[in-house]
């Protein structure tokens, strides 16, 4: 079963837009939630990430929004940009052994001019 | 990339062959993983190591087994690949309580 379920799959916004992709997760052993970007013929990069004790965190034009109650959280990029043009990852990290990350589908986002 | 290089980048291998990724990594992590990456898929964890020769199996571990006898080198192991083995592998390093740094990528296609 898909414990992180991610959208949108796709998604066109103008420059200077707001794009938003949203998450929601299962398990409540999630501990820690971090957002790849992904460009292409590279590998994921951490963006940002938030821990659940946190209702926002913001870096730059990116801002995480974490509702622990609801078990979601999204991703919003400010007056994006055509360098944002990527694939965009949420994911969420098991306080189990080693760490590991449980991942979103991915969004691909374009930004146009 | 964090110290981390795979190898090889690209292959391509007949349905029936044993085939051999490799991760080294120089960032002395603990922990280590594979995941593959398919379209509307994401990426998924095939096999972790959380130290030397301790690993254990992921969500789609059929069909892999790994090997970890340094702590900078973590080998996936397809023994008789099959199409839908075809993929973009990720490794990736760990510490606890710290974000996960990816490699590359190997882009495998089974014919």
């Known amino acids: 079963q898909q414990q992180v379920k991610q959208s949108p799959q796709s998604l066109i916004v103008q420059k200077g837009g707001i794009s938003i992709i949203n998450c929601a997760y299962e398990?409540?052993?999630?501990?820690?939630f971090p957002w790849y970007q992904q460009f292409p013929g590279k590998g994921p990069a951490l963006l940002i990430a938030i821990r659940p004790d946190v209702s926002e965190k913001k870096e730059g034009r990116f801002t995480i929004s974490f509702n622990k109650s609801a078990k979601q959280f999204s991703l919003h990029i400010m007056d994006s940009q055509p360098g944002d043009s990527a694939t965009y990852f949420c994911?969420?990290?098991?306080?189990?052994?080693?760490?590991?990350?449980?991942f979103g589908t991915g969004t691909r986002l374009q930004v146009t001019l | 990339d964090a110290g981390i290089t795979q190898s090889p980048r690209h292959k391509v291998t007949e349905t029936g062959t044993p085939v051999t990724l490799r991760c080294h990594q120089t960032?002395?992590?603990?922990?280590m993983y594979w995941y593959r990456q398919d379209p509307g898929h994401g990426l998924r964890l095939i096999h972790y190591s959380y130290g030397v020769k301790d690993t254990d199996k992921g969500e789609v571990s059929d069909g892999y087994s790994v090997s970890r006898s340094k702590t900078e080198d973590f080998l996936l192991t397809l023994e008789s690949a099959t199409s839908s083995q075809t993929s973009v592998y990720f490794c990736?390093?760990?510490?606890?309580?710290?974000?996960?740094?990816f490699g590359q990528g190997t882009r495998l296609t089974v014919v």
């Open positions: 994911a969420a990290r098991d306080t189990g052994t080693a760490s590991k990350l449980t």
């Open positions: 990736a390093i760990g510490r606890p309580n710290t974000e996960a740094f």
């Open positions: 960032e002395n992590h603990r922990y």
């Open positions: 398990n409540t052993a999630f501990d820690y």
